[in-house]
């Protein structure tokens, strides 16, 4: 295992470790954990802490070990964003 990349002061959100065929493991964060963290840490507010989120953290790229994100989705969720394609996979 390569060393594995953390995402800086959220450790109370990691959830475990992602392993994939072929490719390196990562750290798996709950994206909702990051979130509250941002509100609380950095005092803004949920708009705020999700923007700040998806761009500056969600959006970095630091190679095969970036970190990944966690959130929760039901069926229904899922059929709404991926719509035909998800009925293709079943």
């Known amino acids: 295992m390569s060393k594995l990349l953390i995402a800086d002061g959220f450790n109370e959100a ?9 490719q390196e493991d990562v750290i798996l964060y709950d ?6 963290g941002l509100m609380n840490g950095d005092d803004l507010s949920y708009e705020e802490a999700v923007e700040y989120f998806e761009f500056n953290i969600l959006g970095s790229w630091m190679g095969d070990a970036t970190p990944a994100f966690f959130s929760k989705a039901s069926f229904d969720e899922l059929q709404e964003v991926m719509g035909d394609d998800l009925e293709d996979l079943l």
């Open 14 to 22: 990691i959830m475990g470790i992602v392993q994939r065929c072929g």
């Open 31 to 36: 994206a909702d954990k990051v979130i509250e």
